[in-house]
């Protein structure tokens, strides 16, 4: 008998389903009701930990807003675990894809995946997501739930987007492979997601039920390719998508919300999860759901029937199945434990499905050294808080986003507006005010390494609360525009749409005093379709803005994103490069929407190095 079987043997019913679960206390309620970030042990979380052996904990940026407390908030979930002699350490997860996905108040957030796509180089997206796991390390977490292999093919993806690396899943797959190892390179978990796949999709599984009209065939083919080449790599933790495929899982249940018969998500589908991801691909790691809090699940699935088809179907550990905020909500949620365990005591769970994922979960904590829960003495905490300060954020790592951000730039167009003629008289206009900040960094970095001139006329204000007739006016008089675009979403395309009626105002303006003008599109990319008009357009990959000069802040500056400054500098560096190329299809927009016709292929872009065009 292995030391893994005796750890089961000795368990309870109520022990082991706690071991299948990874709550998150992300919020509390204060007395009047409102959420608040938990960023400290609080005494009910920590009788939740005391009394229950969970698989882990996920933790969110409200977790995670300053480092030092980051790391004593991990240090004291862990001490809360080995409150009980012989339990097992717990996974400490978060989030940490990169660009708009991170967590970390203070960490480095590197450019995001369709960025890391458009550099199309191993080596880089093994660095990005090696600074990443290194500074999740430094706080104590030691799980990230990233890389994220949808194949993003369909553009109006809500929930998608510059999450994934390209719309090609072999550029996928080639990428995923140097993320994942990048993550298990500083002996952090990686977990793929959204297993079979949540890139052809118009619907948010936060907020609906998506379907995928694809047979098996068709997604072997297609969205499973990065999935089992990361597989044949060594994954160690698959996340389940809650997403319907009728052709693949054909297996109903009666909605509580609608009332009509749907058909079961990949999350709850033993078809799915054990037949495909288990035997087809070979996978014998942790799988582990998305969460089960998200409305795909929650509101069209009682919670004790999700845990019931879940398990039963192989799934490993169940991700945030209730809300915990209240002391009133952890009382339910030891109910759901106790109503979920007596579903294995008779029998409607299997035991051994149960005790089959209990050794794949501890068999994965042995692997990493949580056999045994760590923790930490007030010294060793001070000791880990010292180091973490040296590590998240730092001038080093943020140097290296920084580059990484450079190379991920692609000129889709360009004609003759860059590299810049004349820096004088340059007026750059962000959509939102979050980006002046950024644009303001980039223009004074280029101004102390003297490749603008200390004089030179660059105003920066931003579309969102800007008088429009004041802004067209300053338009007219300038020599070249910069307006940055952030595309969220299909609906963000309609000429209708306010900030793009003063873009496209402020664009007329500038063209006909003569302007040149450069579009950066800093989040999606598929509006660079939008902007026939433009000069020159700049795909960047990330819209996250800054909220101070990183260069003044007193204690380390809060997580920001480098894509905008990155874009910025190109576009008013007279010795600009660009090595990027397009990750996906840009469509031609008619009439509001993306049509099938292609605008700017994959793997296009204008080549540029110190300000001349190459090959």
């Not at 030691?142 to 999450?163: F, Q």
């Not at 993550?183 to 948010?204: C, N, Q, R, W, Y």
């Not at 589908?269 to 495909?276: E, F, L, Q, R, W």
């Not at 357009?537 to 990155?566: C, H, K, T």
Request: glycine share 6%; aromatic share 6%.
């Amino acid at each position: 008998m292995t030391r893994i079987d005796r750890i089961i043997e000795k368990m309870t019913a109520e022990q082991k389903i706690a071991q299948m679960l990874m709550p998150a206390f992300r919020y509390y309620r204060d007395e009047k009701g409102l959420f608040c970030g938990v960023t400290e042990m609080r005494p009910d979380m920590k009788r939740m930990f005391e009394k229950y052996c969970f698989a882990g904990t996920m933790l969110f940026a409200q977790n995670a807003d300053d480092t030092e407390s980051t790391v004593r908030l991990t240090s004291a979930i862990r001490r809360a675990n080995a409150s009980v002699p012989g339990r097992p350490g717990l996974f400490i997860a978060a989030d940490q894809e990169g660009g708009s996905v991170t967590r970390l108040g203070h960490g480095t957030q590197t450019p995001g995946n369709m960025a890391l796509g458009a550099a199309n180089d191993e080596k880089i997206t093994f660095q990005a997501a090696r600074i990443l796991a290194r500074e999740l390390s430094a706080v104590g977490i030691n799980y990230d739930a990233a890389p994220v292999l949808d194949v993003n093919n369909d553009p109006r993806n809500p929930v998608i987007g510059v999450r994934s690396f390209a719309d090609d899943p072999e550029d996928a797959a080639r990428l995923g492979v140097s993320f994942m190892k990048g993550i298990m390179s500083e002996g952090v978990i990686s977990t793929l997601k959204h297993f079979p796949g949540h890139g052809d999709t118009a619907t948010d599984s936060h907020t609906g039920l998506p379907c995928v009209d694809k047979t098996l065939e068709e997604l072997s083919s297609f969205e499973l390719i990065p999935f089992a080449r990361c597989i044949t790599s060594g994954a160690e933790a698959v996340m389940t998508a809650h997403i319907q495929y009728p052709r693949v899982e054909n297996k109903t249940y009666r909605s509580v919300m609608t009332g009509k018969d749907i058909f079961l998500p990949a999350t709850l589908s033993k078809t799915i999860i054990t037949d495909v991801l288990r035997k087809k691909l070979g996978f014998s790691g942790v799988v582990v759901t998305d969460s089960m809090g998200m409305d795909a699940i929650s509101k069209h699935f009682d919670p004790i029937d999700a845990a019931e088809m879940a398990i039963n179907a192989g799934v490993d550990i169940l991700l945030m199945p209730s809300l915990l905020s209240t002391p009133k909500e952890m009382d339910d949620f030891c109910e759901y434990i106790k109503k979920v365990a007596s579903l294995l005591e008779s029998g409607r769970i299997k035991s051994e499905t149960v005790d089959a994922a209990l050794h794949r979960i501890l068999a994965l904590k042995e692997a990493h050294g949580l056999l045994e829960p760590a923790t930490y003495d007030k010294d060793a905490e001070d000791a880990a808080v010292k180091k973490a300060l040296d590590i998240v954020g730092s001038a080093e790592n943020h140097a290296a986003e920084m580059k990484i951000a450079e190379k991920a730039l692609v000129l889709i167009k360009n004609d003759g507006a860059l590299p810049i003629k004349d820096e004088a008289d340059v007026l750059v206009v962000p959509y939102y005010e979050s980006a002046v900040k950024s644009a303001e960094y980039a223009v004074r970095t280029l101004t102390d390494e003297g490749k603008l001139k200390k004089d030179a006329a660059v105003r920066v204000a931003a579309l969102e609360n800007a008088d429009a007739k004041q802004l067209c006016a300053l338009a007219a008089k300038c020599r070249h525009l910069v307006v940055i675009s952030a595309l969220y979403r299909l609906s963000g395309l309609s000429p209708d749409d306010p900030l793009n009626k003063k873009a496209d105002a402020l664009i007329a303006a500038a063209k006909a005093s003569g302007a040149d003008v450069t579009v950066i599109c800093a989040q999606l990319p598929y509006d660079a379709a939008r902007f026939s008009t433009a000069d020159a357009v700049i795909a960047a990959w990330g819209a996250r803005g800054m909220s101070e000069d990183p260069r003044n802040a007193a204690n380390g500056a809060a997580s920001y994103g480098p894509n905008i400054p990155a874009a910025v500098r190109a576009a008013l560096d007279p010795e600009a490069s660009f090595s990027g190329t397009l990750p996906v299809d840009i469509p031609v927009i008619e009439d509001g929407a993306f049509s099938k016709k292609v605008l700017y292929p994959r793997r296009s872009g204008v080549i540029m190095k110190n300000g001349k065009s190459g090959k």
